[in-house]
């Protein structure tokens, strides 16, 4: 990966008339409102399309939306991490020369909140196969203007392909982990339903990417890792593909893992939520939480898959993305929840 220099953009002037009190058919948006509850669990958003991919930094929660207004285009969307207005869509720059279908997805911000990483995606209109895949940084206020990109094709050192990237996150100033994965599109035919899409990623490992200088590279000690969170007191939690149940501690500056906690079930998806273990099972229907602190154990379930979980920093609370049907092959899409450890 390098830096590149940041693509051209169309400019657009607009002539913007100051209304004046009186003025006829004056437009006044509506004022930004809270969550309409407080009860946990309770769902964030409520769009017919679908909504993926949430990560929370500080006040915000950015996450991947599809609306159907661009095709099947998807734009990155703000909304409180508690619920209630959304504060801003941006989308992906056009011009009357772009034939391309553009993707934003797998958002995070920066600490500050000042820069925005996130996978960009461009694929052929007919086409489910994805052409060009970059993970971005860019300013947060302005998306579309990368100041780095680089492929999200890697190749580990065990000769494997990784050919996406999923669970970006920040660990510090220019640094991103995220899992390398590899995606593979198949097709199912028969019946009326005519011929069927679907997407799987196979994670293979925990990479690092320093921004600096573009270099990337499997996290010494976390090789075969399929899910990872910030640890308490630094360090990572990660749940490597060997034995999916275990709980392992990689300490800052060590490069192997150790064991630190079991769950009860396959794992692949991990978060810490408030210094408790939140971990996401295989199939999606159970949610566990343990606190290596105390003892305790927890479970909630869902009657649809839940296909992430991300923390709401400095509270007991954390964001799942939750299928909207129960069928694998569906494409009713996905609302964002909020849910919380006692």
Same mark, same amino acid.
């Given at each position: 990966?390098?830096?590149?220099?940041?693509?051209?953009? $169309?400019?657009?002037?607009? =002539?913007?008339?100051?209304?004046?009190?009186?003025?006829?058919?004056?437009?006044?948006?509506?004022?930004?409102?809270?969550?309409?509850?407080?009860?946990?669990? #309770?769902?964030?958003?409520?769009?017919?399309?679908?909504?993926?991919?949430?990560?929370?930094?500080?006040?915000?929660?950015?996450?991947?939306?599809?609306?159907?207004?661009?095709?099947?285009?998807?734009?990155?969307?703000?909304?409180?991490?508690?619920?209630?207005?959304?504060?801003?869509?941006?989308?992906?720059?056009?011009?009357?020369?772009?034939?391309?279908?553009?993707?934003?997805?797998?958002? @995070?911000?920066?600490?500050?909140?000042?820069?925005?990483?996130?996978? +960009?995606?461009?694929?052929?209109?007919?086409?489910?196969? *994805?052409? *060009?895949?970059?993970?971005?940084?860019?300013?947060?206020?302005?998306?579309?203007?990368?100041?780095?990109?680089?492929?999200?094709?890697?190749? $580990?050192?065990? !000769? #494997?392909?990784? @050919?996406?990237?999923?669970?970006?996150?920040?660990?510090?100033?220019? #640094?991103?982990?995220?899992?390398?994965?590899? %995606?593979?599109?198949?097709?199912?035919?028969?019946?009326?339903?005519?011929?069927?899409?679907?997407?799987?990623?196979?994670?293979?490992?925990?990479?690092?990417?320093?921004?600096?200088?573009? @270099?990337?590279?499997?996290?010494? !000690?976390?090789?075969?890792?399929?899910?990872?969170?910030?640890?308490?007191?630094?360090?990572? +939690?990660?749940?490597?593909?060997?034995?999916?149940?275990?709980?392992?501690? $990689?300490?800052?500056?060590?490069?192997?893992?150790?064991?630190?906690? =079991?769950?009860?079930?396959?794992?692949?998806?991990?978060?810490?939520?408030?210094?408790?273990?939140?971990?996401?099972?295989?199939?999606?229907?159970?949610?566990?939480?343990?606190? $290596?602190?105390?003892?305790? @154990?927890?479970?909630?379930?869902?009657? *649809?898959?839940? #296909?992430?979980?991300?923390?709401?920093?400095?509270?007991?609370?954390?964001?799942? %993305?939750?299928?909207?049907?129960?069928?694998?092959?569906?494409?009713?899409?996905?609302?964002?929840?909020?849910?919380?450890?006692?």
């Amino acid at each position: 990966m390098r830096p590149v220099t940041p693509p051209f953009l $169309l400019a657009l002037s607009f =002539t913007v008339a100051a209304c004046r009190h009186e003025t006829p058919f004056a437009y006044v948006g509506p004022d930004s409102l809270g969550p309409i509850s407080s009860a946990v669990p #309770r769902r964030l958003t409520f769009s017919a399309g679908d909504d993926r991919n949430p990560s929370v930094s500080g006040a915000t929660l950015v996450f991947s939306r599809l609306d159907g207004s661009r095709g099947r285009e998807r734009c990155l969307a703000f909304l409180p991490p508690q619920g209630g207005t959304l504060r801003r869509v941006v989308c992906p720059p056009t011009s009357p020369a772009d034939t391309f279908v553009d993707t934003w997805v797998e958002p @995070t911000l920066s600490p500050d909140g000042r820069q925005l990483a996130f996978v +960009w995606q461009k694929g052929a209109p007919a086409s489910y196969y *994805t052409w *060009t895949r970059d993970l971005v940084v860019a300013p947060a206020d302005d998306p579309g203007r990368p100041s780095f990109a680089g492929q999200a094709w890697y190749v $580990l050192p065990d !000769g #494997r392909i990784a @050919t996406a990237v999923t669970k970006p996150m920040w660990l510090g100033p220019g #640094r991103l982990c995220f899992l390398a994965a590899y %995606e593979r599109v198949f097709k199912v035919k028969g019946g009326g339903a005519g011929r069927l899409t679907d997407t799987v990623l196979d994670v293979f490992s925990l990479v690092h990417l320093d921004l600096g200088t573009g @270099t990337v590279g499997v996290v010494p !000690g976390a090789d075969s890792s399929i899910a990872y969170a910030p640890a308490p007191g630094g360090g990572l +939690w990660l749940v490597k593909s060997s034995d999916s149940t275990r709980l392992l501690l $990689l300490a800052p500056g060590a490069d192997t893992a150790v064991v630190a906690g =079991t769950f009860s079930g396959p794992v692949v998806d991990l978060a810490n939520v408030d210094g408790v273990a939140v971990a996401l099972h295989a199939g999606g229907d159970v949610i566990e939480w343990v606190d $290596l602190t105390t003892g305790d @154990t927890g479970f909630v379930g869902s009657v *649809t898959p839940i #296909r992430r979980v991300t923390p709401v920093p400095g509270t007991r609370f954390f964001v799942v %993305e939750v299928e909207r049907s129960s069928d694998p092959l569906s494409d009713e899409g996905a609302n964002l929840w909020l849910f919380g450890v006692p």
